[in-house]
């Protein structure tokens, strides 16, 4: 089996999801870390453009966003599963609040705070992707009583579920749905400056936490940007042509088209031609000198593909 080639870089909240996952199943994998900032020629190359990390590589079927890596993670490692308690559609219907709404108050109570002592360029990038076009977290620190208003009860919203007898949010055993509220507060834990006030009144939500702390990472080796590249472009995708003909937008295999993640800062899109679609992916391939062909997986929910 090819490896698992995941690239990251160590303070990223999205990806500690996903190096979760790892630890879960127990897998051994490639750690290829990149620049917090979209300073990332060999990656760029093999996404098209697609600047959010992480990004699983297999070979060179290329996976942009937790929803598909999460999805390929299980089909190619099954057990132990992600869905331990049988939730399975749950957790991706929980994952638009956690990704969404409750990072972006998690986001701002953290990065507010402290945008004075980080590198200058890191918070205009990440004002701008998170706030939109005129953000600036310098006003963001006059709300944060009421940001903090609002996570709060969110974070009760865990607490109430772990308090009735589990061990973790489903059940008793750990699974997507943990590892989406593991993110938060590992990212409130490490970047918050007030992180034991605001977590403190939340007792049973702290056992979890160290429950899950000891799950780990799984098994990584290193691998250079340059390493993965190199894998990418001596590897054809094995990604196969699939149709959906219930596709509300009446898209098929052949069709040239653009993917554009959905947010307020913008950004780039990503084009190529359909291999394959059903209701929850599109993988479109793409050719390109450094990196050769190339099959990028894309989920639907939060993008917008348009045809060109």
Known sequence: MQDFIIHHYPQSPVSEKIRMAMGLKNIAWRSVEQNRLPDRPELLAMTGGYRRLPVLQIGADIYCDSQVIFREIERRTPEPTLFPNKEYGLPFALSRWTDGAMFDLAMRVSFAPVADNLPRALVADRAR????????????????????????????????????????????????????????????RGRNPRADELLGEFPALLAWEARMKAIGHGRASSMTPAEALAVCKATDPLTKEKSDPLDPQGLAPGMRVAVTPISVGGEAAVTGHIIALDRDTIVIRRNGPACGIVAVHFPRVGYRVTVL
């Not at 706030?131 to 109430?160: C, N, T, Y």
């Not at 589990?166 to 989406?180: E, N, Q, R």
Request: net charge negative; hydrophobic share 55%.
């Open 129 to 188: 992707l998170y706030l939109g076009p005129d953000g600036d977290f310098k006003k963001e620190v006059a709300d944060l009583p009421h940001v903090l208003a609002q996570l709060r009860p969110q974070l009760g919203w865990f607490e109430a579920q772990l308090a009735a007898d589990k061990l973790y949010l489903v059940g008793d055993k750990p699974g997507m749905a943990d590892l989406l509220a593991w993110f938060l507060v590992w990212f409130l």
